[in-house]
């Protein structure tokens, strides 16, 4: 596609359920990260594919939070028991393997949790 | 650790002013972004600079970037309502692990 196409673009969840956050990065970008942002704040990372491997995860903030990318496409992001603290804009960013030409975001999903 | 500071965090401007958004960061990188976001909406990508030395401009704004004093700029010249955003300079510090400031808050008024 045009761009990083992520879906919800809204969330709301009770805390303790379980939701999956899902990327489409643009077509034939190897790269593919997960950033958090909180209210008011600075995207802050979370974790980081190149293609289907997981090469950096050490932003997830608990072992809740879980991370794919089978295909080495699609992404998914998944936060298990989640929790107030967890209510926060996800954005899912792409690139080419080199990345001198910037990264590409998508629009996020913000995530409530009641 | 790693920090990334932007100063002013707020920025009240009148149209037809210049001024210039820093961004100090405590790492070696030579890689560094500036990102625009507007209320609600994501980040749109504004420059890229990837040496010391490096300047690039588009329209109304011009982006710097010392690698030495570790220290980038985003200028803002002859300001126009339509730059009202959230500002973020990014440090680039491992294959697309970007830190990125607290971001600087524009606000542009007639």
């Known amino acids: 596609g045009a761009g990083v196409s992520q879906s919800p673009r809204y969330k709301v969840a009770k805390r303790g359920q379980d939701v999956a956050l899902r990327c489409d990065p643009i077509?034939?970008?190897?790269?593919l990260f997960w950033y958090q942002q909180a209210l008011g704040q600075g995207p802050e990372f979370l974790t980081y594919?190149?293609?289907?491997?997981?090469?950096?995860k050490s932003g997830l903030p608990s072992d809740r939070f879980f991370a794919e990318r089978p295909e080495g496409s699609v992404s998914t992001l998944k936060i298990q028991r989640t929790q107030q603290e967890d209510s926060a804009v996800y954005l899912c960013?792409?690139?080419?393997?080199?990345?001198?030409?910037?990264?590409?975001f998508g629009s996020g999903t913000r995530l409530t949790v009641v | 650790e790693l920090k990334v500071e932007q100063n002013p965090l707020f920025l009240s401007m009148q149209e037809g002013k210049n001024y210039t958004i820093y961004c100090n960061y405590s790492?070696?990188?030579?890689?560094l972004y500036w990102y625009r976001q507007d209320p609600g909406k994501s980040l749109e990508s504004l420059f890229v600079?990837?040496?010391?030395?490096a300047v690039k401009q588009e329209g109304r704004l011009m982006a710097s970037l010392d690698t030495k004093a570790r220290l980038s700029t985003l200028h803002i010249t002859a300001a126009v309502h339509d730059l009202s955003a959230t500002y973020f300079c990014?440090?680039?510090?491992?294959?697309?692990?970007?830190?990125f400031g607290q971001g600087t808050e524009l606000s542009v008024k007639p």
């Open positions: 790492t070696t990188s030579d890689r």
């Open positions: 960013a792409s690139s080419l393997e080199e990345a001198s030409y910037g990264y590409t």
């Open positions: 600079l990837l040496s010391n030395g």
């Open positions: 077509s034939g970008h190897v790269s």
């Open positions: 990014a440090v680039d510090v491992l294959r697309g692990k970007l830190i």
């Open positions: 594919f190149q293609n289907e491997a997981q090469l950096d």
